[in-house]
Every structure is written in C-alpha cells, then in structure tokens.
C-alpha cells in the first residue's frame, strides 16, 4: 500500500519518463539511419535532435499565426451558426424546452469562456508554464535515453543469465525496433490524414478554416480509435454549420477516408512495426485510456505489441519445449 502511495505521488514524473523513452524509441531510426552512413552516434543524435527542433519551430513559425487567424475567425462566426442551428425544426423543439441557444451563445461571446475553462488569466499563464516546463523536461530525458540507448540496454541484457543473454538481446532489440515503428508510423499516418483533410477541405469551399481544422485532424489522429472519429465531427460540424452541402460532403469524404486509413493506409505503414490483433488493439487502447488518459491511449498500442512479441517468444516457445 505505502509502494502504491508512493508511486501515485511521482505518476506525473514516471508519465514524463515513459513518453520520453518513447520519443527515444520513435527517434531512434533516424539516428540508426545515420549512423549506417558512418556517422558516429553522439553526433547522429545531435544532427537528429537539432533537425527535429528545427522542423519544429518552422512548422510553428509557419502555421501557428495561420491557425490563430482561422480561430479567431471560428469564434467570431459561431453566434452566426448558432442562429443557423435555431432553425432547425428539431433544435427549436430542444431550444423551447431547455434554452440552449442562449445559453451556448452566453458562455462564447460574454467574455468568460476561456476563464471559465482555465480558472482565469492565472490558471491559464499556470497551465502554459506548467506545459512549456513539461515539454522541456521531455526534451532533456529524450536527448539523455536516445544519446544513451545503446548503453542502457546493454546494461539491461546484461542483467540477463549468460546463456540466456544472446537470445534476451534480441528480443529486448525487437521491443525496441517495434516502439519506434510504431511511434514513426502514427505521425506518417497522422500526417497523411492532415494533408489530406487540407486538401479536401480547400476544394470543398472551407479554405479560410482549413489549415486550424487539418492541424485539428492531424494532432486527434494520433489518438486511436476515437481520434480520427472526433476530427471528423469537428469539421462536419463546421461544414454542416456553413452550408448542409458542405457539411454532407465533409461526412462522405470522412467515412471514405477512414475506411482507406484503417485497411489501406494504416496495415502499410504499421505492417513491419507492429504485430498485434484487432480485438487486442481495442482492449489495449480501452485500457490504456482508462489508466492514464490520452497519453495512456498513445502508448498502449505499442505497449501491447511488445507484451505479445515477448509472449509469443518466452512463454509460448516454453510451453512448446522450444
């Protein structure tokens, strides 16, 4: 009980620790990749590290005054849509009954929306701090394991009984092969659900709230069997708001579309990565979001691959007499 307490106290910082090793573990290809081509490691991580930043501060230098621009512009249409919605036969009904109308349109345009979210002015400059300190130290602990990775599993097979040490090295070398792929892989397939929504949503007549809505699919993409679903609520709703025919093609492309992510699109990308059921799939990310949230959801699906790799490896080879 007092383990248990303990470990409940610092789950902030072993939540910091596991998604760095992660991060490690999805940077760790590049690093390889460079070092095929004779680079030492400490500099093969410094070039990794430095582009990663580097594609990061212009992505955000690039996208983040456009998004600002198509939000603000998200806001200020709102009451116009909400005086859309209210002529709706079924949501007049709901609005006569419960005034949720005014209600909504109250809590966006008054003034206290964000302050009612975040606890004021305080509790958001709080928050912002508190995510640009955790970002920081995931940055450190993610240059520290991926500089480190070779030596620190060196270390863990070395734990291993002698006769056993070979065969536990490369089992340990696939666990962390099939983090990384899967980690690489979940940004190619986010990716390719961004580009395309910001395609899509140029061509369909959403072109001044297309790059914050692809961004918005982007970053739900990550998140599995929910995510991909909720982005595509979120710029139905906001088709459906601007006109029912844009909003009925948005759900059209959206159902298409993820019927070629999840048997085309995902099965290519994850195929030498990772290995593991459906059904596993589903109860590893149930599981994963109901212990630790989003982030639990993001690592359960590797997670879970690497428990059946070393199932199907220990348990079952013994249990065959291999």
Same mark, same amino acid.
């Given at each position: 009980?007092?383990?248990?307490?303990? %470990?409940?106290?610092?789950?902030?910082?072993?939540? =910091?620790?596991?998604?760095?090793?992660?991060?490690? %573990?999805?940077?760790?290809?590049?690093?390889?990749?460079?070092? &095929?081509?004779?680079?030492?490691?400490?500099?093969? #991580?410094?070039?990794?590290?430095?582009? /990663?930043?580097?594609?990061?501060?212009?992505?955000?230098?690039?996208?983040?005054? #456009?998004?600002?621009?198509?939000?603000?512009?998200?806001?200020?249409?709102?009451?116009?849509?909400?005086?859309?919605?209210?002529?709706?036969?079924?949501?007049?009904?709901?609005?006569?009954?419960?005034?949720?109308?005014?209600?909504?349109?109250?809590?966006?345009?008054?003034?206290?929306?964000?302050?009612?979210?975040?606890?004021?002015?305080?509790?958001?400059?709080?928050?912002?701090?508190?995510?640009?300190?955790?970002?920081?130290?995931? =940055?450190?602990?993610?240059?520290?394991?991926?500089?480190?990775?070779?030596?620190?599993?060196?270390?863990?097979? &070395?734990?291993?009984?002698?006769? &056993?040490?070979?065969?536990?090295?490369?089992?340990?070398?696939? #666990?962390?092969?099939?983090?990384?792929?899967?980690?690489?892989?979940?940004?190619?397939?986010?990716?390719?659900?961004?580009?395309?929504?910001?395609?899509?949503?140029?061509?369909?007549?959403?072109?001044?709230?297309?790059? %914050?809505?692809?961004?918005?699919?982007?970053?739900?993409?990550?998140?599995?069997?929910?995510? %991909?679903?909720?982005?595509?609520?979120?710029?139905?709703?906001?088709? /459906?708001?601007?006109?029912?025919?844009?909003?009925?093609?948005?759900?059209? /492309?959206?159902?298409?579309y993820q019927q070629v992510e999840n048997y085309v699109i995902y099965p290519r990308v994850m195929s030498r990565?990772?290995?593991?059921?459906?059904?596993?799939?589903?109860?590893?990310?149930?599981?994963?979001?109901?212990?630790?949230?989003?982030?639990?959801?993001? =690592?359960?699906?590797?997670?879970?691959?690497?428990?059946?790799?070393?199932?199907?490896?220990?348990?079952?080879?013994?249990?065959?007499? &291999?």
């Amino acid at each position: 009980m007092w383990l248990f307490h303990q %470990a409940e106290r610092i789950g902030g910082v072993l939540i =910091l620790i596991v998604v760095s090793l992660f991060l490690a %573990a999805g940077l760790n290809p590049s690093v390889e990749w460079f070092q &095929r081509r004779g680079m030492r490691r400490s500099l093969a #991580v410094t070039c990794v590290i430095v582009l /990663f930043l580097l594609g990061v501060a212009l992505f955000l230098l690039a996208i983040v005054p #456009v998004i600002t621009d198509q939000v603000a512009q998200i806001t200020d249409n709102a009451p116009g849509w909400l005086d859309q919605l209210q002529k709706n036969k079924m949501v007049q009904d709901l609005d006569d009954r419960f005034d949720v109308i005014d209600k909504v349109r109250e809590y966006v345009t008054d003034g206290n929306f964000t302050s009612s979210i975040f606890g004021g002015v305080l509790g958001i400059s709080l928050r912002v701090l508190g995510a640009l300190a955790n970002a920081f130290v995931i =940055l450190v602990l993610t240059l520290y394991f991926l500089s480190s990775l070779d030596s620190t599993k060196n270390a863990i097979y &070395r734990l291993a009984p002698a006769s &056993r040490r070979d065969r536990v090295s490369k089992l340990g070398d696939r #666990v962390v092969a099939s983090v990384g792929g899967y980690v690489s892989g979940a940004v190619v397939v986010a990716a390719c659900a961004g580009i395309t929504s910001l395609i899509f949503l140029f061509s369909v007549g959403l072109g001044q709230y297309a790059v %914050a809505l692809a961004f918005v699919v982007l970053l739900l993409d990550v998140i599995p069997m929910i995510g %991909a679903t909720i982005g595509a609520v979120i710029v139905s709703a906001i088709g /459906f708001a601007t006109d029912y025919r844009i909003g009925l093609a948005c759900v059209i /492309f959206y159902v298409i579309y993820q019927q070629v992510e999840n048997y085309v699109i995902y099965p290519r990308v994850m195929s030498r990565s990772v290995d593991i059921p459906g059904a596993a799939t589903v109860i590893a990310a149930l599981v994963g979001a109901g212990l630790l949230g989003v982030v639990g959801a993001l =690592l359960a699906i590797p997670t879970a691959a690497a428990l059946l790799m070393i199932t199907r490896e220990v348990f079952i080879r013994r249990q065959d007499g &291999r």
